[in-house]
Every structure is written in C-alpha cells, then in structure tokens.
C-alpha cells in the first residue's frame, strides 16, 4: 500500500476519535477522487520501553529490525497524519463506491453503522489486544521462537446479513423473520409501535419463552388489542406490560441485546414495501426508549 493512500485526496475528514491504553485513534473519511473513498483509521503511541519484547508503535526503537504491534496488525507507517497532527499508522478499512451508496440511502446508513461500530470497538479493547499479544511475544521469544503474526486479515463488511428488503405482497417472509428473531429471546422483548393490534400476540409473542420479559410501548392499540392483552397478561409466569405514549411513532424491536427496526408497524407489514435492519447502535437506541417507556402511562 502507498503511504498516501489513507491521507491525499479531494478531503480527509476525521469522523470518530479516541483515546485508550496510551493510543490514540481516529477514524476518518478520505475521499479519493469523485467515485471512490475510503474508510482509515489512523493510529499512533509515543508511550514505549527499551525491553526487547513487542512494543506499541515506533518510539524508542532499540530493536527497530523487529516489528512493533501496529505493524503485525497490518498499519502502515506515515509521518506527517493530517488527522492526529503527527505521525500516525494506518489501515484503510473500507473502500467505498460512493456513486453506489448515493443511490441507496439505506444501504448508506448500514455501511456507516459497521464501520463506526468496528471502530469503536477496535479502540475499546486495543489495550487488551496489545497486552494479550505481548505477554505471547515475551513467552516465544525468551524460548527462542519470533511472533509469527503479520498482516492480520480484515473480515470483510457484508451489508446484507443484518438487514432484509421485503416487496409487496411478502408478508409471510416478513412474518417468519420476526419470529425467528423473537423466538430465541432469553431476558426480554421490548416491542415499540405505535399502531399495535391483538395479531401481535397471536403470531409473535405466543412463542416466547416462558420467564421472558415482555414489554409493549404503543400510541394508539387497534382492533381489539387491549382486550387481548389483558387475557395475555393472565397467563401463569407472564411478565408483561403495555404502556402507552403520544410521543411514540416508530416501530422497533428489542430482543436481549438487540434492536430491530421495521419501516412498517407490524400489523400492516408486507402490505406495502417494508424492511427490517438490525442497528448497531444498541445502546444509544435502548436509552432514548427506556426514557420513552419511563414517562409513559400504564395501560396493561
């Protein structure tokens, strides 16, 4: 890879940025040229010693013919970063089509939710990755082997896995997926919708198992919803709950330690175009509605 190629190009924008275990780390944007650009991250430590065991980056260099942790990782060297203001190593992560992802939105959201989720959790647990390493480093290398690790592979990023498209008129697919996903819940299904009706329960909470936490946020209950969930409500071992908000109008699944979104409120799914996508950012989701859930009123 040419040095330049994670620095020089139309624009190089820092996205993400973090500090851990004595790295700093940056994520950024570079746009190479009008349909291509590419996803970096950027990574440097000036924290080092003089062992002759693995070191973190290229500082005090008293063993330099032995490669430092960012290089077995597979980062290249570059001296003059136009993202950490210094010397930096870097890996690009993702190259990017960009006439490609202007034309599907969608698609353009989940590419950003892998790539800023990997990142993140890169820069968590570095520090552990680097000492894990190391304390191998030393075992091998006092009995007279080398660190074998070198260009350590990226998975690649499959868009479609975690997210699903459904025509119209597919309501059965739509149905089973939804199934799947609740049907292996082991603490809790969190449903937000605002316009829930009683087919709810018949076709995705009736196989929850028992001891499962179930909750239930809505605007405005059709049909005979209410009726149907106090009968639900009465079933030995159920925990459950419907609360009820004006403020809610999405639609979202949480299952355990995932979050679900549907473009359709699940009673008129498959009727028209829908889809489902999983969302990384679980937590951040979890908060804003639990908070929803906290102010609103009690309806089951």
């Known amino acids: 890879m040419r040095t330049e190629e994670g620095h020089v190009g139309l624009s190089n924008k820092k996205v993400e940025e973090a500090s851990s275990e004595y790295f700093r ?4 944007y570079l746009e190479k040229d009008p349909s291509t650009a590419y996803f970096v991250i950027h990574i440097y430590s000036s924290t080092f010693d003089y062992s002759p065991y693995l070191q973190r980056s290229n500082v005090g260099r008293a063993h330099a013919y032995r490669k430092n942790f960012l290089e077995r990782l597979g980062f290249t060297h570059y001296p003059s970063c136009n993202i950490l203001g210094g010397e930096c190593y870097f890996k690009v992560i993702e190259e990017v089509n960009r006439k490609q992802f202007f034309k599907d939105p969608i698609a353009h959201m989940r590419r950003n939710e892998i790539i800023y989720g990997r990142f993140r959790k890169f820069a968590s647990q570095i520090g552990d990755i ?3 390493m190391r304390e191998v480093d030393r075992m091998l290398l006092d009995a007279g082997f080398e660190l074998p690790w070198e260009e350590l592979k ?3 990023v499959d868009y479609g896995k975690e997210e699903k498209v459904y025509p119209k008129g597919h309501i ?5 997926d939804i199934r799947d996903i609740t049907k292996d819940a082991k603490n809790e299904v969190f449903v937000i919708d605002s316009y829930v009706d009683e087919e709810l329960f018949n076709l995705y909470l009736e196989k929850i198992p028992v001891g499962v936490r179930i ?3 809505t605007n405005s209950p059709q049909g005979n919803f ?5 009968k639900f409500k009465m079933k030995p071992d159920v925990d459950f709950e419907v609360r009820q908000s004006k403020d809610c109008h999405d639609r979202l699944f949480f299952i355990d330690n995932e979050c679900w979104v549907m473009g359709q409120s699940v009673k008129d799914a498959g009727k028209k175009p829908t889809y489902l996508v999983k969302i990384e950012a679980y937590d951040l989701f979890r908060e804003v509605f ?3 859930w906290k102010n609103a009123s009690a309806l089951i």
């Open 215 to 217: 909750r239930i946020l």
């Open 25 to 28: 780390m940056a994520l950024s």
């Open 226 to 230: 209410v009726t149907v969930a106090k």
């Open 290 to 292: 639990n908070d929803l």
């Open 172 to 176: 059965y697919d739509f149905y089973k």
């Open 154 to 156: 990226l998975t690649p």
């Open 130 to 132: 680097f000492k894990r």
